[in-house]
């Protein structure tokens, strides 16, 4: 998708993108320079109830710890 800078500096999110990406007026987004490569990244409102689960997994994390500790003790 091209998208054009406005003089005012503004970039209209075309209205596909912003569906599928769930964006409302006053979404607020971080802009980061990837080497040369600008990408708008939403800023969540709650990142740690937002991430919860995006590392789903077999397990506890800390008891994989501890298995692996105990291994390690021999």
Avoid: C
Wanted: glycine share 14%; proline share 5%; charged share 20%.
């Amino acid at each position: 998708m091209i998208v054009k800078l406005s003089k005012k500096g503004w970039v209209v999110t075309p209205a596909a993108m912003r569906k599928k990406h769930g964006l409302t007026p006053g979404s607020e987004f971080t802009v980061v320079d990837y080497g040369g490569v600008l990408t708008l990244v939403p800023v969540f409102k709650d990142p740690v109830q937002q991430g919860a689960g995006i590392l789903k997994g077999n397990g506890s994390l800390t008891g994989l710890i501890v298995e692996e500790h105990y291994r390690d003790q021999g």
